[in-house]
């Protein structure tokens, strides 16, 4: 873990902010706790997945120069296995840590991107820890946390907002380069990302009066992963699309979305593994969200998320795409205003669903709660 880096930055611009009045140099301050569990019927090699993480994120505004933005979350996750002798398995610490530099080439229309990722996690793993790092992966449970570490990378990129008529279009083209770490304590090998391009595009304005449509599609390409300086995977190209519709009844705002991420190839997928192996597949996700004004500083989001989740056999990637899962998260936040620059919210919901495992559909259940608090200033 390698914390100092982060914390020498946080100093240098508290050093910073010695020199200037605090309330311009920090635009806000994102503080929260997450606390969720989920438990599997009989099947698997676990019976019960639980995670509690701690994200704090610090947006710092540079005069008319742009913003810098920091994040970085402490996790604690424990699982226990499906063996009634079995004994739990932990793993806590940080998480690496997002840096992002926006620099205001043309405001309000062009931005340069500058950023990366500090490996301030647990990069390095005991092999007995890689059970509980695959677990929370699970793109059909959705974790808070699905990562513990990298070696981290730099991003080079550029973005664009420009009028259409009534409308807007977002143009961004990012890319990246991720440095080698040793994932796993029992081997000496160093595992190299490979490097990545992603082109997005997004459209946005007004259907009708009270009636607002966004788009978005994210085309990733990603080079070869490598192992000691070997390529050992084909190129993982990934495509996202995203579209939410929101309409406005009465004072409230009635939000309807869909997302869809196809993983096109296989490749050896970055995760909180260190590196895992995916088949070609696809997520497919729709949800809705209901914000209703209660009072004067209230307010409270009812939601609903359904995700339907395909996967190629792992021994013949190139075979249709099969069901890999189901679920259906459902809960609602509920926040209020303190004044000017202080929010705060809590958040419930609990999901239901199974996964697919040799075939055999395997019932899983389980919650999540969330405390979210804010500070713009």
Avoid: C
């Amino acid at each position: 873990m390698r914390s100092p880096v982060a914390v020498t930055t946080l100093l240098a611009l508290s050093l910073l902010g010695s020199r200037m009045d605090a309330q311009k140099l920090v635009k806000y301050v994102d503080i929260a706790a997450f606390g969720e569990s989920y438990s599997f019927d009989e099947g698997l090699s676990l019976r019960r997945i639980s995670q509690v993480t701690a994200p704090l994120g610090v947006d710092f505004r540079i005069g008319s120069f742009g913003d810098l933005a920091l994040s970085t979350s402490y996790v604690y996750t424990r699982l226990s296995p499906a063996e009634p002798d079995g004994t739990d398995e932990e793993l806590k610490g940080l998480t690496d840590t997002d840096v992002r530099l926006s620099v205001n080439m043309l405001p309000g229309r062009l931005m340069l991107l500058v950023g990366g990722v500090i490996p301030t996690g647990i990069e390095t793993v005991d092999p007995r820890d890689l059970t509980i790092l695959g677990a929370i992966t699970s793109d059909i449970i959705g974790m808070t946390t699905n990562e513990m570490g990298t070696g981290g990378k730099v991003a080079l990129g550029v973005v664009g907002a420009f009028p259409v008529g009534n409308f807007a279009l977002g143009l961004g083209v990012t890319a990246d380069n991720s440095f080698a770490y040793q994932p796993v304590s029992d081997t000496t090998a160093r595992l190299k990302p490979g490097n990545q391009l992603r082109i997005r595009a997004g459209f946005e304005g007004p259907l009708a009066r009270r009636t607002y449509l966004r788009f978005a599609g994210l085309v990733a390409v990603r080079g070869k992963d490598e192992v000691d300086g070997s390529a050992v995977n084909t190129v993982g190209n990934r495509f996202t699309g995203y579209l939410s519709l929101n309409q406005a009844i009465g004072s409230t705002s009635l939000i309807f979305y869909g997302f869809d991420v196809y993983r096109a190839d296989p490749q050896l997928e970055t995760t909180a593994v260190g590196s895992a192996y995916l088949p070609p597949g696809n997520l497919l996700a729709a949800g809705l969200r209901w914000d209703v004004p209660v009072a004067t500083a209230w307010y409270l989001t009812p939601r609903a998320e359904f995700r339907n989740s395909h996967l190629a056999p792992l021994d013949n990637p190139d075979a249709p795409l099969e069901l890999a899962g189901r679920s259906l998260r459902a809960g609602a936040d509920i926040g209020r205003q303190f004044g000017r620059i202080f929010s705060l919210a809590l958040q419930g919901d609990g999901i239901t669903g199974f996964v697919v495992q040799e075939d055999a559909k395997i019932g899983f259940s389980g919650f999540r709660v969330a405390l979210h608090g804010q500070f713009v200033f």
